[in-house]
């Protein structure tokens, strides 16, 4: 039995990556999905391989006319909406010295007002109908620190801490809020120079898994929390990350890789 049968989506940031992973996977478990992103072009082929259970919408997550837009196309094409996965993302790499104001404030447009918005306005429809479920995409940078990630790590950082705020208010009205934090994962973000996976895996040897994820391991667990196989989840806030957050290995102590 497919774990998203009938059941309507929002994947924002669905165009590619992470994103596109699991507007895939949520259409293969049965569901209709509706794709946000402002990548047009990305967008519209996903949604036309898809067919009919996919539809693609321009939207860029700052804009809240723009989530008015969505809502509405999601509503009036597929139904009311049970699923919201906060996806989209953009990444700087920049000391804090370096940061001016203007590029902390557009990273957290992006992955924290963005999410914001979606969390409000979504939660709003799901809260009138007493059932939902969203999911935020943090990062382990939304817990711990990285050096050169100011601005990423402060949204990361508030995208949980807005997620454990909106459990505890909707979750007595039905609707859960969960959490995903991913170490490395093999996407535009993650590996922005386009290098082998093997390649990529090189710098992950200090991590238990010693590798980078494929985005399908990460669309599996907003699938999880999506799903009602996560029906008592809310809150909660999922580490997939290879071991990362765990620890990472003291060479030459022992159980360290040879
Ligand atoms: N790749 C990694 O290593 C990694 C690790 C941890 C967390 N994440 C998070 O996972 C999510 C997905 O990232 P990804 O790795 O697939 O990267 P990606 O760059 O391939 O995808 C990000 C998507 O977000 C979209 N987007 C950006 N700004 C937008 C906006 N204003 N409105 C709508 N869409 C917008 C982009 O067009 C793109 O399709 C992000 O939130 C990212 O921070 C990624």
């Given at each position: 039995?497919?774990?998203?049968?009938?059941?309507?989506?929002i994947?924002?940031?669905?165009?590619?990556?992470?994103?596109?992973?699991?507007?895939?996977?949520?259409?293969?478990?049965?569901?209709?999905?509706?794709?946000?992103?402002?990548?047009?072009?990305?967008?519209?082929?996903?949604?036309?391989?898809?067919?009919?259970?996919?539809?693609?919408?321009?939207?860029?997550?700052?804009?809240?006319?723009?989530?008015?837009?969505?809502?509405?196309?999601?509503?009036?094409?597929?139904?009311?909406?049970?699923?919201?996965?906060?996806?989209?993302?953009?990444?700087?790499?920049?000391?804090?010295?370096?940061?001016?104001k203007?590029?902390?404030?557009?990273?957290?447009?992006?992955?924290l007002?963005?999410?914001?918005?979606?969390?409000?306005?979504?939660?709003?429809?799901?809260?009138?109908?007493?059932r939902?479920?969203?999911?935020?995409i943090?990062?382990?940078?939304?817990?711990?620190?990285?050096?050169?990630?100011?601005?990423?790590?402060?949204?990361?950082?508030?995208?949980?801490?807005?997620?454990?705020?909106?459990?505890?208010?909707?979750?007595?009205?039905?609707v859960?809020v969960?959490s995903?934090?991913?170490?490395?994962?093999?996407?535009?973000?993650?590996?922005?120079?386009?290098?082998?996976?093997?390649?990529?895996?090189?710098?992950?040897?200090?991590?238990?898994?010693?590798?980078?994820?494929?985005?399908?391991?990460?669309?599996?667990t907003?699938?999880?929390?999506?799903?009602?196989?996560?029906?008592?989840?809310?809150?909660?806030?999922?580490?997939?990350?290879?071991?990362?957050?765990?620890?990472?290995?003291?060479?030459?102590?022992?159980?360290?890789?040879?």
């Open positions: 039995m497919a774990r998203l049968q009938n059941k309507i989506a994947v924002t940031g669905g165009a590619r990556g992470m994103g596109a992973a699991t507007v895939r996977l949520f259409v293969a478990e049965g569901a209709r999905v509706v794709i946000a992103d402002v990548l047009d072009d990305d967008g519209s082929k996903l949604a036309a391989e898809l067919g009919d259970r996919a539809l693609f919408m321009h939207h860029d997550v700052t804009d809240e006319a723009s989530w008015a837009r969505v809502i509405e196309a999601t509503q009036s094409n597929f139904g009311a909406i049970d699923i919201l996965v906060n996806n989209a993302g953009v990444l700087l790499f920049r000391t804090l010295a370096e940061t001016s203007s590029d902390f404030e557009k990273v957290l447009a992006v992955n007002v963005g999410t914001f918005l979606g969390v409000k306005l979504v939660g709003a429809q799901m809260v009138a109908r007493k939902g479920s969203i999911v935020n943090s990062s382990v940078d939304g817990m711990k620190a990285a050096n050169g990630l100011g601005a990423y790590c402060s949204s990361k950082w508030g995208s949980r801490g807005l997620t454990k705020v909106a459990a505890m208010e909707y979750g007595h009205q039905g859960r969960n995903v934090h991913p170490g490395g994962v093999d996407t535009a973000m993650g590996n922005p120079y386009g290098e082998s996976r093997e390649q990529v895996n090189k710098r992950y040897t200090m991590v238990p898994l010693q590798r980078v994820a494929d985005p399908i391991e990460i669309a599996r907003s699938l999880f929390l999506a799903s009602d196989d996560s029906s008592y989840l809310c809150g909660a806030e999922i580490a997939v990350d290879g071991g990362m957050l765990t620890g990472q290995y003291y060479v030459g102590f022992p159980g360290a890789p040879a």
